[in-house]
T-cell receptor, first 110, second 116 residues
Framework: GQNIDQPTEMTATEGAIVQINCTYQ??????LFWYQQHAGEAPTFLSYNVLDGLEEKGRFSSFLSRSKGYSYLLLKELQMKDSASYLC???????????FGGGTRLMVKP | DAGVIQSPRHEVTEMGQEVTLRCKPI?????LFWYRQTMMRGLELLIY????????DSGMPEDRFSAKMPNASFSTLKIQPSEPRDSAVYFC??????????????FGQGTRLTVV
C-alpha cells in the first residue's frame, strides 16, 4: 500500500517472541490498526493505537510513535496457529477508511 | 449479529461477462467499504459509503466498476465487462462512526473472483 511499509516475510520459532514493524507517512492521522489474516480467510482485527505508547492484549501488544510514524506488533509465546499475515493500516482524518500495508507473512516453526 | 455477509463466496466467469458481488453490512454500522486483494497489490480500497452515500471512489480502477448502496443493509459491486486482470478476492467491510462503539472495521469472508 502507499505510504506504509512493513517486511514481507518473517520466520520465528514456537514459544519465542517476534516483533513486526510498520512505518507510515500521512499528513492526517487518526489511528493505527493491526489485523491478522490466515490464508484464504478474512482479515480480523487485533489492535488499535491512536496515542503514543503500548497497548497490551494478552499475548499481543502494539506500540505507536506518532512523531516517528512507527508502530510495531509484538507477539509473545508464539504458537503454530499464529502463522498468518499481519496487516498494518492507518486511518486518516477524512472519513473512516483504512489504508493497508502489504502485510507481513509470519511463519512459526516448531 | 452474523457479521458482514458477502455472496457469492466464489465466482468463475468468462471474460466480457457482467459480475455482481453482494454485501450485507453489520446492522447499525454507518460505513461500508469495498476492498480488493491481490498478491501483487495487497489490500486496496475501491470505494466507501457513509450512510449509504458514496464518499470516495478514487480507488475504483475503471469505469467498468460501479458500486451502489440502495439501503443501509445492502450494497453491490458490479464489474461490466469483466476482464482476467479483475481476478482477485473482493472484501466488503463495515464499521461504526468514529467514537461510537469500537474503531475497527469488520470484514466479510470475501468473494474470490476468477475471470477466464
Amino acid at each position: 500500500g502507499q505510504n506504509i511499509d512493513q517486511p514481507t516475510e518473517m520466520t520465528a520459532t514456537e514459544g519465542a517472541i517476534v516483533q513486526i514493524n510498520c512505518t507510515y507517512q500521512t499528513s492526517g492521522f487518526n489511528g493505527l490498526f493491526w489485523y491478522q489474516q490466515h490464508a484464504g480467510e478474512a482479515p480480523t482485527f487485533l489492535s488499535y493505537n491512536v496515542l503514543d505508547g503500548l497497548e497490551e492484549k494478552g499475548r499481543f501488544s502494539s506500540f505507536l510513535s506518532r512523531s516517528k510514524g512507527y508502530s510495531y506488533l509484538l507477539l509473545k509465546e508464539l504458537q503454530m496457529k499464529d502463522s498468518a499475515s499481519y496487516l498494518c493500516a492507518w486511518r486518516g482524518n477524512a472519513g473512516n477508511m483504512l489504508t493497508f500495508g502489504g502485510g507481513t507473512r509470519l511463519m512459526v516453526k516448531p | 449479529d452474523a457479521g458482514v455477509i458477502q455472496s457469492p463466496r466464489h465466482e468463475v466467469t468468462e471474460m466480457g461477462q457482467e459480475v455482481t458481488l453482494r454485501c450485507k453490512p453489520i446492522s447499525g454500522h454507518d460505513y461500508l467499504f469495498w476492498y480488493r486483494q491481490t498478491m501483487m497489490r495487497g489490500l486496496e480500497l475501491l470505494i466507501y459509503f457513509n450512510n449509504n452515500v458514496p464518499i470516495d471512489d478514487s480507488g475504483m480502477p475503471e469505469d467498468r466498476f460501479s458500486a451502489k448502496m440502495p439501503n443501509a443493509s445492502f450494497s453491490t459491486l458490479k464489474i461490466q465487462p469483466s476482464e482476467p486482470r479483475d481476478s482477485a478476492v473482493y472484501f466488503c467491510a463495515s464499521s461504526n462512526v468514529p467514537g461510537q462503539g469500537g474503531p475497527e472495521a469488520f470484514f466479510g469472508q470475501g468473494t474470490r473472483l476468477t475471470v477466464v
